[in-house]
Structures are given as C-alpha cells and as structure tokens.
C-alpha cells in the first residue's frame, strides 16, 4: 500500500473543516480573532486588577491547602520559639505554620496580600480612568455599576481574609466590625449574634469567614467580572478621538496576534512584580503580632490601605449620640454615621452617577468616544472633590502614625481632618474647574495663533515679538491663518510634536541602521522628513 | 518589505472569491476581516527580515527567554536546597523567601518581557477599523423582538384571567420565604439570651459569691501588687475568665495618686458611684465603649486613657468620661473591694453595659 504523502499546507483548512463540522465555530471564530482593539496605555489598569484576581485565586487554592479555619485553642508548638508555648486559636496557629513551617508558605502568603491589595488599587485606579474620560457614558452605565460594586464585593473579599489569620491585628478589626454591626439602629444586635453565632467573638466566626472568603465571595468575584468582561466585548472599547475615529468605528488592532501577545507578556509581568514584593517586602507579619486576645492592642495598628478611609471618618466623626427617651430609651451610637451611613451614600452616589450626569445633561445619546477631563471640568471637579475626600480619610486613618511621626498633637491631626474634609473638597473642585478651563483655553489658543517655537524676533519698529509656527496652512490671502477647530484629543504645543526635530533614532549605545521611520497611526499622522533648515517664519516668511 | 496602505469604499463591495487562484494569504485574511466590517487600513513590517535590527531584536527576546530558565532553575534549587526551616536569629533561613521571590519574579518578568518584545517590536503594525454596528440593528428587528415578547405574554393571557396571576404570587411569595427560612432561621440567634449583652464574667455565681480580679496568668492580686500610680488589666477569677470568652470582662485596675484619687472619688459620687473605689483603687472597663477596642494606653501625668483605635480619650479621674474623639459614652466602672483574705473582688458585675454601643442598651 502507498502512502499519501503528508500535505503539510492542508492541516489548517483539514482541522478547521473537521471542527467546523462538528461544532459551526468557523465564523464567530474568525469574529472573535479578528476583533479589533482600540491600544491606550490607560486601557492595562482594569487589566492589572483582572490579572492580580487570577494570582489572587492560584495563591489563594496553595493557602487553603495548609490554613485550618477553627477557634479552637491549641498550643503552639512550631519553629517560631518567641510564641512556643502560648495558646492560641488553630487558625493563628495554622498561619504561623502557613509562614513558618511550609516549605515556600511564606511567599505565598505574602504574594496573596500583595496581589489583594494591587487588586483593590487597580480597580481603584482603573474607575478613576472610566470617571474622568467619561468612559462610564451610555451605553455602558452597567459596566460601570458593576464595576463599582466589585470594589465592595472586593471590600468584603480583602476584610474577610484579613480576619482569618486571627492573629491580634485582625482580631482588633474583627472587633470594630462586630461593634458596626452594633450600631445599626433597631436590628443592629440580632445582625451581630447572627453572624457571630452569640456574642462577640464566640467559637465560629473564624470557620464562617473562611467559607465566605474562600467560596461565596471569590464565586460572586468571579461572576461580577464575567459579565463585566462580557459586557466590554460585546459593547467593544472606548477610544479617544482623533483622526479617523468616530463613534461609530473602532481603530485599532485586531485581537490575534499581537494585541493578546501584548496581554500574556503584560500578565507575565505582573505576575512577576508581585512575586518580587511577596519575597522582597514583608507585610503582616503576624508572628509579631501575636493571637488575638481582647484585651491587647498595639498603637498604630491599621487597616489595609482601602479600609483606610473608613477607619479615618470613624476617627474624624464628633461623638455625637442621638438618645431616643422612648420605654427604657434606644440610642442611635456615633459608629452608625461614619461606618454605615457613610458607605452607604459612597455606594449609591457611585453607582447612580451615570444616570445623574446623564440626566443633568439631559443626554440620552450612546457614547463611544472618550472625553478629555480638561473639556469636562464640572465632572473633572467632581472628581477632584470625590478623590481629596478620600485622601483626606485615608490620611486620617493614619493620624496616629502621622502624629507620632512628625510630632504633632494626636488632637491637633483630628480637628485639621475634620476641617480638612469639610473645606478641602470643594475646594479642590474649584481649582480643578480652574486649571480646566485654563487647559482649554491654552489649546484653543494655539489652535488659533499656533505653537511657540521660542524664537524671539525685532521688528523694524524695535518691537520685539514671539514668532509661532501655526497650525493651520495660510488662507488665499497669504496672511492671517484660520483658527482650526478643537476636535477633542491632544493639541501639539511643542515644535518637536510638530516634527521639528525629526524623529529620534533608535539604538542605546549606538544607533541602529538607517534612522527608523516615524510612528504611524491615525493618532499620530506619519511625519514627513525633516525639512532643509531654514529660518523658521510666522508662515509668511516662508511662503 | 510590503506596506499595505489603502482605504477603500466599504459600502456596495462585492464579497470577493477566496477561492480565486493567485490569491495570497493576506489577501484572504483581509477579506475575512472585511467580511467583519473591519478594514485593515495600514499593515507593515516594523523589521525588515533579515535585517541587523531583526537579528538583535531575535537575540533580545531570546536572552529574555533564557533569563528566566536560569532564574526559574535557580529558584528551584534555592526552593530544594536552602536552608529554609526558622531558626531564631539571623541565619541563612532568613534569605529564603527573599530569594525565592527574585528569582521567581525574574523569570516571570523573563517571559513577561520576552512575550512584550516579541510582540510589540518583532510583529507587524497595524492599523483597523471596525464598525461598531450600533443602533444600526434595523428597527424593524426590535419590533419584531419586542412583540414578540410581548405576544408570548399574552398567550400566557394573564391579562384576561387575573386571577391566575394573582394566585401565582401569592403562591410564590412564601415558595421564596421557604428558601431563605432555612439560611436565615438557621443562623439568626437571639443576641439578649443569658442576658448576655449585659453581663460579664464579673457577675457573682450562683451562691452569691464575689469574683476576684485576677491577672493574665491567673494568679488573684492584692492591692500591694499595683504600685502607686500604675495600672494593671485584670479579669474576672473564673473558668475561662482569661480568654476571649469573655471579650467584654477586662478590666484596668488603676492604683490612682492621693490627690487624683481624691478628685476621682468626687466625680464618682457626681454620678452615684460612691463606693465603687476601694482606697486609691479604681477599676474601669478596658472595653471601649466606641467600638470594643482595649482602651489601654494611660498616661499618669494627664490621667487620661487614650484608646488607640480611634483616638477616644477617657479622663479616668473624672469617672473615664470621654472628652475627646469619637466615644460618646463613659468607660463602665467596675464596683470593688477587698475580700476577707486580701484579694480584690468584684463587688457586682458593672451596673453599666460594658463594650460599644447598640440600640437598646438601657
Ligand atoms: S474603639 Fe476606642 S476609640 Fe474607637
């Protein structure tokens, strides 16, 4: 019997006909490859928190391998000899052998810290990015509402966890939970025994947060960024405006090969700095801490940084008790504002703010296109306030530490943050409204007389005045330029952006071959060669 | 060198054959694109092949590949090999981690760096557009699809027997009651049981006996044990007295100066604690009443206790009222004396709740 010899160029139709046979995937396939991808190096944000999530879940299945999440006490009898001998809960127990006594356990635990919090600033960051290039416009006010309830439910993932090593930090934050469950008027001591299954700290938070932390939350985590990467898919990226880009379009590459290349290599890298901070830089180290008994705290002891602002606005709130003189009397305890109420207005203020600008702007319209902050300088301003707010809580969460550092009165940090909150807010908004106006303004200028090229000229009068290179070609009349409209994206304002300079050639120590050729895409239109030297005129000069 | 830099009119295209001989692979790909409303405008070679500027860019990548099977080898003897076991002092177990997290970082950032290379400097640029489709769903479609909807309802025809709907509800409503009853029943638990919100380990047992203070290790303390001045915590001296069993029964036992014992026992009769001092001894809870933390750190001079979670500060010689942060109540004064042996006890349990406030506290 012969054999047919092997055609080579036939496997990719052969196996492509064999798949399609069976499952039709040829052309959502070929869709799916071919999708286009608009490329902004504010696009990786969103990307390093879905990244920190995937080494948050493979860390996380290693630490589940050896953690015991029980209350039961035991005596600690591993390597660490400073707490040789001390009872302690099995979960502190189990954490310290986690860090002492399993071979890499220690790297581990502190890559899970480290990508948690990454996580929880990526996200952050990344919904600044949305907010303030007006990202979150119709048709992706969903995105943005699950978006930021993956903050909270990544709130909730990051104290759950915090909580299960039991040692004396975690223990504290335990604590404070359980009393702003408290304060929640009327049911505020049947939630608390609920979930503590009696008085605080009871025989089974312990096993009760490990479940959560390690089913229920990652499940709803994972399910929430689903249907968030879903819903970017199919409504495709934003893009900022330039040429070529519509509302309409795409611009950009298509999905295989290049862009997911770009995707793995950047994951790799990722993946790869927070390797370098599990084993470079300690965090909790829980060892120092000791177990947590109630009557034992250390100063300066904090939450993780997104706790943080928390933390601060219970410190900053006035110790105002409202007393209800009904019966035997109820009280409504100072915690309730700044814990309950407080996160409860950030949530809804948040989720709701797509509708609420739409609305103020009386704009139903679909938005593909970014916006840069500075043409937006209400929400820019808004934005501004919303962030100082947060710094300023976030600082106060740590004005015990600021205080001693600096050798301020601990008094003293608590009364400027509690001006601070109430003065500084708006006015960030108003200087933020300010500088974009000012922005604004600065573009529409050298849109209109051009970009400063730093050439001093005397004129026959003995004037003296800036020559500008303008942007616009000369109308028939040979003086005068027409202003050029503001489209939305970057203005030049430096002659090398004008390709004054040429484009730089490439090579470290010495250049490479010929000089490379320009970069070209539609945001940066292809630059001509360098032109012969010549004086550099107002445009008339030259004509 | 091929730059494929072209823009042609989409609209009225005729779809082109890719079974046409002498077609190349490009062409067909862009076809395929075409046929996904996407045009690939602008398609070039950042290297020319075989050129200097290939060859290096080959080498870069390839040397970032070989990095990290270095780093990844050298991880894994760092991870078998090391002496990783703690030993107290500064051995060499102390590298363990931190090598382990070089090398692991390095080879990931190897093939990070490697895969960006690659793809960013070695593969061709390009340029496409696709269209985004949006609102171009002919509106007949969603008429269809909206009445279609809206056809299924009506076949359902509950609008013209309402009683089905009705009753479907009302039959619904307890169907989902049933499944939270369980989750919801099975973990509610009655927070006022044992009066447990109002007691501590300080109520004396059932024959009346008076609990003593005892310390950490369990041992009972004489006043001569806290010196002038000084402070100790203390706990209720019964079975598991010194556990977190009893979180809210800590207690600071404060040796108070003459003179600020003196002021102390004023403020005390102020607020109908009299006799709640035993000589000089004052004992407060060490519970915040803002949110549970141990209030703890004392200063003698100022006789203020600082609460370290958030800055409440507690004047104990005006009876622990709060003068400063967010704790709005007093610090719970536990009522002492000396039994007939010389150890403390507790008088009574505190007359107060003890620990961060809640609705129906008294
Ligand atoms: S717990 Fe003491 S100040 Fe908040």
Redesign the pocket.
């Known amino acids: 019997m012969k054999r047919r010899k092997f055609d080579k160029a036939a496997v990719p139709g052969n196996v492509a006909r064999g798949v399609d046979d069976r499952f039709q995937v040829a052309t959502p396939l070929r869709r799916l490859l071919n999708k286009v991808f608009p490329d902004h190096w504010s696009f990786l944000l969103g990307e390093i928190a879905l990244f920190s999530f995937v080494i948050l879940l493979l860390t996380g299945v290693f630490l589940t391998f050896f953690y015991e999440p029980a209350m039961t006490e035991v005596v600690y009898n591993g390597s660490y000899a400073p707490l040789r001998g001390t009872p302690m809960s099995a979960a502190y127990a189990s954490s310290l052998d986690i860090s002492f006594d399993v071979r890499g356990g220690l790297i581990m635990r502190q890559m899970h810290h480290w990508s948690a919090l990454l996580f929880m600033a990526a996200i952050v960051v990344h919904m600044l990015r949305v907010f303030f290039t007006g990202a979150f416009r119709k048709p992706r006010e969903t995105n943005w509402i699950i978006g930021s309830l993956l903050f909270w439910v990544g709130f909730l993932a990051g104290f759950t966890g915090y909580s299960l090593p039991d040692d004396g930090l975690s223990g504290t934050g335990l604590r ?1 939970a359980s ?1 702003i469950m408290l304060s929640i008027p009327v049911i505020g001591s049947w939630v608390t025994s609920s979930i503590f299954g009696g008085e605080f700290p009871g025989t089974i938070i312990i096993s009760r947060f490990y479940i959560a932390h390690v089913l229920l939350v990652p499940g709803l985590l994972l399910a929430l960024i689903g249907a968030h990467l879903g819903l970017v898919f199919k409504q495709k990226h934003t893009q900022w405006p330039g040429p070529g880009r519509t509302n309409g379009n795409v611009v950009g590459e298509r999905m295989f090969p290049r862009y997911a290349i770009k995707q793995g290599g950047f994951f790799m890298v990722v993946f790869g700095v927070i390797a370098l901070m599990g084993g470079l830089f300690q965090i909790n180290p829980i060892w120092l801490f000791g177990p947590y008994e109630a009557w034992v705290v250390s100063a300066a002891s904090q939450p993780d940084w997104y706790v943080m602002f928390l933390d601060g606005s ?2 900053l709130m006035p110790a105002w008790e409202i007393n209800i003189p009904i019966g035997d009397g109820y009280v409504i305890p100072p ?1 309730f504002w700044p814990t309950v109420v407080l996160p409860g207005i950030l949530v809804g203020l948040s989720t709701l703010y797509p509708f609420l600008e739409a609305r103020r702007l009386k704009d139903t319209r679909s938005h593909n296109l970014l916006q840069r902050p500075r043409d937006v300088p209400a929400r820019t301003g808004l934005g501004a306030m919303a962030v100082t707010f947060f710094i300023v809580l976030t600082l106060s969460g740590a004005n015990d530490v600021i205080a001693d550092k600096f050798q301020i009165s601990l008094n003293a940090m608590t009364w400027a943050g509690r001006i601070g909150l109430l003065v500084l807010p708006p006015l960030a908004y108003y200087v933020t409204y300010r500088i974009c106006l000012g922005l604004q303004q600065h573009d529409r200028e050298v849109l209109a007389h051009g970009v400063e090229t730093g050439i001093i000229r005397r004129l026959p009068d003995g004037r003296f005045e800036e020559v500008h290179q303008p942007l616009a070609a000369a109308d028939g009349h040979g003086d005068g330029h027409g202003a050029l409209p503001y489209a939305g994206w970057v203005v030049p304002k430096k002659m090398n952006r004008l390709g004054a300079l040429g484009p730089a050639i490439r090579g470290f120590f010495y250049p490479i071959e010929k000089p490379a050729e320009a970069p070209v895409s539609p945001g940066h239109p292809p630059v001509e060669p360098r032109p012969e030297r010549e004086e550099i005129g107002s445009g008339e000069s030259r004509r | 060198m091929t730059t494929h830099t072209e823009h042609q009119a989409q609209q009225g295209r005729e779809p082109l054959d890719v079974n046409t001989p002498g077609l190349s692979q490009f062409d067909i790909v862009r076809e395929g694109a075409r046929r996904d409303d996407i045009e690939i405008v602008h398609y070039e070679p950042q290297v020319a092949p075989g050129s200097k500027a290939e060859r290096r860019l080959t080498r870069t990548v390839a040397s970032f590949f070989l990095l990290t099977g270095l780093a990844a080898t050298a991880f894994l003897v760092v991870y078998i090999w090391w002496p990783w076991e703690y030993h107290a002092g500064s051995g060499g177990d102390k590298w363990y981690t931190p090598l382990l997290g070089v090398t692991l970082g390095v080879a990931l950032l190897g093939i990070g760096f490697g895969i960006l290379t690659w793809g960013k400097k070695l593969l061709p640029k390009e340029v496409s557009i696709q269209d985004r489709h949006e609102g171009a769903v002919a509106s007949d479609d969603r008429i269809i699809t909206g009445q279609t909807m809206l056809y299924m309802a009506d076949e359902l025809g509950v609008k013209r027997r309402p009683l089905l709907g009705i009753s479907l509800l009302a039959g619904l409503a307890p169907v989902g009651a049933v499944a939270a009853a369980p989750l919801v029943g099975g973990l509610i638990s009655q927070p006022h049981k044992n009066n447990q919100m109002f007691t501590t380990g300080f109520a004396p047992a059932e024959g009346g006996q008076k609990v003593r203070l005892v310390r950490e290790d369990g041992r009972p303390v004489r006043p001569a044990d806290v010196s002038t001045g000084g402070q100790i915590t203390v706990f209720p001296g019964i079975d598991h007295g010194v556990s977190n069993l009893h979180a809210d029964s800590p207690t600071l036992l404060i040796h108070l100066r003459d003179s600020d014992a003196q002021e102390s026992r004023r403020a005390n009769e102020r607020v109908g604690h009299g006799d709640y001092m035993w000589g000089n001894y004052a004992a407060y809870s060490k519970i ?6 141990p ?1 703890s750190l004392y200063e003698q001079q100022t006789n203020r206790l600082l ?6 500060q507690f004047l104990i010689t005006d009876n622990a009222r709060p003068i400063f ?3 709005s109540r007093r610090l719970p004064q536990l009522p002492i004396e000396v039994d007939s042996e010389g150890y403390f006890v507790a008088k009574s349990d505190y007359t107060e709740t003890v620990g ?1 406030d809640f609705w129906e506290r008294p």
């Open positions: 404070i009393a219970t410190r915690l | 915040c009443t803002h949110a549970g933390c209030a609460c370290p979670c958030h800055q409440s942060g967010p704790a961060p």
